[in-house]
Each structure stands twice: as structure tokens, then as C-alpha cells.
């Protein structure tokens, strides 16, 4: 065995076992594969592109640096990887890389949002050619969150909230399956993986269900004749735009009345706000609640994952202004908070 294929080897066992990297993991994993690259370039194309498909998994998320620059090199490993995985010879590595290089574009800051959005959903759609629940559930649950995850930046299209509840649901069966699996196996830190990502796609789920009744009464006003000046009552924009704006704008209203110049909510508001959940989502969530604890509970020796699924269980409540810092930015530029979102191991580990 060559050195570079040792180091990709030990690579390997480092990031399988554990899913959180500390800072000083990242460095040691960092050096190790640039020194497989160096060492395997022109010499082993095989090693080659297997140290570049993980380093790109590194930089992808790293916290030292520019995050920018550090998904554009991300980008740069996977498609140089891909030239060597191929979906002809190499299936699933070919696969893992789509996967890959999707979780990046969602993440991504440079190029039009759109557009990357858009390419997410292809390569994950791509990837999906490969990846079944009978092949390998945990692979494909992976890709199935992702793909979800990308449809659920269109929430202006009902069509894809359906899908995008449609495919958490399917995700959150495999991450279930494959968690037991992986306790049986003593593997504690991947089941809890799997557990906690099962709790956050219950989670999804039902905000998906509650986004969906809040978009019903905001179009039942906006067929009654609502108008806001300057927010809904703009003739070049399509009906399920409308509806997106009257739901942020719902949101912006409950949290700061002034921004309409009023003191207390109107009625409207407190309509398309106050959506609670029914019986069927206090199912989910309980479930879903079962599962953040089970991770908590098995993970003894792994007080990250455990802090992780903690994080959850906490925060497995639907929020009333789930949209609410969309409707800022729609309203004042307020950028996203980059720290929000799906926890790192939901999406990286493909």
C-alpha cells in the first residue's frame, strides 16, 4: 500500500467515526489529504480522486477562512472527483459526489441563488438514479433530505411544498431504519445521527403542514380583496407570490406592527398566524421528540452528538413566524443568519 493510500485510509477511519469535526480534527484531516493529493497526483488517479471527493467534504464545512471561497473549493474537489468517479465504472461514488456537490450549492454564496437552488435539485435528482432505499437506505435517506431541503427554498410553489413534505416523509422512515441499524451494530454516534436528523425531518414536516394551511388563509383574504400598499397590490407578480408575500408580511406584522403604521396586528394577521397544530402533527412531534431523546441517551461518549440532539429536543416546537426573517429581508436586506438551518451532520455525511 502506497502512502498516499494509507493516508486516505486513516482519513477514512477518522471521519467515520464521528460526524463532528473539531477544529483541530479539521487541520489534522486537512494536511492529511492534501499530502494524499500531492502524493497520488499523475501517479494514482484511484486515491486521487478519493482524497479530493473527502477533502471536499472538509472545506465544505470549515469555519476557518472565507466560507465563500471555501465552498468554491469544495466545488472544485467534487468536480475533479467526478472526472475519475464516473456513473458508468463508479455508481456510488459517482453518486456520493452528485450528493456532495448539492449539499455545497445550497450552502453556496457566490452565483445566483436560483440558479443554485436549481442545480442542487438536479444533482440530487441525479444521484437518486443510483441511490434506492433497498441499495443503501442511509445514502439515500441523505440525498432524499437534501433534495428536500432544495425544494423547500420554492415556497412561493405549493407544488413543491407537496414534494418537499413528500420526500422529509421518506427521509424521515429511512433515518429510522438505518439508525436501529446502526445501535445494533454498537455504532452509537451514527444512529445518533440518524436519530437526530429523524427528529429535525419531523420537524419539517410539520412546518411544511402548517405553511401550507397559513398560505389557505392568506389567499382566502387575498380573494376577498386584501390589498397592503406596497406589499401585495404589485401588478407584475403571480398569485402564489402574492400568497408567499401576505404569509411573510402576516409574520413581519405580528412581530412589528409599526412596519404598517399600526399599533395592534389587523384581524388578517392574527388569522394566518395563529395556525396551530392539529393531531396529526402532535403525532409527529412526539415521535419525533422519542427519537431526539434516544439519540441524547446513546450518546454518552459523544457529548457533541449529544449537545446536538439536545439542541433538537429543544427546539421541537413549530414557530408561529416561521418565515419571519425571510419577510425582513423581503422588507429591509436582513441577511440569513448562516448559523440557522439543518445541523451539519444532516447534510454533509452523504
Not at 63 to 88: C, I, V, Y
Not at 195 to 219: C, F, M, W
Request: with cysteine; net charge negative.
Amino acid at each position: 500500500m502506497s502512502e498516499a493510500q494509507t493516508l486516505v485510509e486513516e482519513a477514512e477511519s477518522l471521519m467515520s467515526d464521528s460526524g463532528f469535526y473539531t477544529l483541530e480534527t479539521s487541520a489534522n484531516l486537512t494536511r492529511m489529504l492534501e499530502d494524499a493529493r500531492s502524493l497520488s497526483e499523475g501517479v494514482d488517479a484511484e486515491t486521487h480522486a478519493r482524497a479530493s471527493c473527502h477533502l471536499a467534504q472538509i472545506y465544505s464545512r470549515r469555519s476557518a477562512g472565507d466560507p465563500s471561497q471555501n465552498h468554491e473549493h469544495a466545488l472544485a474537489l467534487l468536480r475533479e472527483a467526478g472526472k475519475h468517479f464516473t456513473l458508468r465504472d463508479r455508481p456510488d461514488e459517482w453518486a456520493l459526489v452528485q450528493t456532495n456537490m448539492a449539499v455545497v450549492m445550497l450552502d453556496r454564496e457566490i452565483g445566483d441563488p436560483t440558479e443554485n437552488v436549481d442545480e442542487a435539485i438536479r444533482l440530487c435528482n441525479d444521484a437518486l438514479r443510483v441511490r434506492s432505499k433497498k441499495r443503501d437506505a442511509l445514502d439515500w435517506a441523505f440525498t432524499l433530505v437534501n433534495l428536500a431541503r432544495a425544494l423547500c427554498h420554492y415556497p412561493h410553489d405549493p407544488t413543491n411544498i407537496t414534494a418537499a413534505e413528500q420526500r422529509f416523509s421518506e427521509a424521515f422512515t429511512a433515518y429510522g431504519r438505518a439508525g436501529d441499524e446502526f445501535y445494533a451494530l454498537a455504532k452509537r454516534s451514527q444512529g445518533s445521527i440518524c436519530k437526530n436528523n429523524r427528529a429535525v425531518a419531523a420537524k419539517e414536516i410539520v412546518e411544511l403542514r402548517i405553511e401550507a394551511r397559513k398560505r389557505q388563509v392568506a389567499k382566502s383574504f387575498l380573494d376577498g380583496g386584501l390589498r397592503v400598499a406596497g406589499f401585495l397590490n404589485v401588478a407584475d407578480i403571480d398569485e402564489n407570490e402574492k400568497i408567499t408575500r401576505a404569509v411573510q408580511l402576516a409574520e413581519l406584522i405580528r412581530i412589528n406592527p409599526g412596519v404598517v403604521d399600526v399599533v395592534e396586528p389587523p384581524g388578517w394577521v392574527d388569522d394566518v398566524c395563529d395556525i396551530t397544530v392539529d393531531l396529526r402533527d402532535k403525532q409527529t412531534l412526539a415521535r419525533a421528540r422519542a427519537d431526539a431523546q434516544q439519540a441524547i441517551d446513546r450518546s454518552p461518549n459523544d457529548p457533541v452528538a449529544a449537545a446536538l440532539a439536545s439542541r433538537t429536543l429543544t427546539g421541537l416546537r413549530p414557530s408561529p413566524t416561521r418565515h419571519a426573517v425571510v419577510g425582513f429581508r423581503f422588507r429591509a436586506g436582513s441577511r440569513r443568519d448562516p448559523r440557522s438551518g439543518w445541523p451539519t451532520a444532516a447534510t454533509r455525511h452523504a
